[in-house]
């Protein structure tokens, strides 16, 4: 199984970016993704997600600004994430499980690499 993120960089506060979480190795079809950051120095913090359903989450902090959509004829996920804040400045990580998506690190079986997000004021 394999997740891969992209799609990061350097933008300016109020910038847009869109992350992408591409992912083999299992039934995408099937599977929930969520996406999380990690800032230096603090734990994981949840960001959102998107059920096999295509029902979505988010996390107060993001949600109005973010959004979440699946490909899965590319077996792709997509974070459109708007309005960029400094506080949005982490490395953003993708995950999956299997059916509804979950809030928490240890619900998710399978993880990708991060992809750095800078929000630069």
């Known amino acids: 199984v394999q997740l891969q993120a992209s799609g990061g960089g350097l933008v300016q506060v109020g910038d847009s970016l869109r992350l992408s979480c591409a992912v083999s190795?299992?039934?995408?079809?099937?599977?929930?993704i969520g996406w999380f950051r990690q800032d230096p120095g603090r734990d994981h913090e949840w960001v959102g997600a998107?059920?096999?359903?295509?029902?979505?989450s988010y996390a107060n902090s993001v949600k109005g600004r973010f959004t979440i959509s699946r490909d899965n004829a590319k077996n792709t996920v997509y974070l459109e994430m708007n309005s960029l804040k400094p506080e949005d400045t982490a490395d953003y990580y993708c995950?999956?499980?299997?059916?509804?998506?979950?809030?928490?690190?240890?619900?998710?079986?399978?993880w990708g690499q991060g992809t750095q997000v800078t929000v630069s004021s």
């Open positions: 995950a999956a499980r299997r059916g509804s998506f979950g809030r928490f690190r240890n619900d998710y079986n399978y």
């Open positions: 998107i059920s096999s359903s295509f029902t979505t």
């Open positions: 190795g299992l039934a995408f079809n099937n599977y929930a």
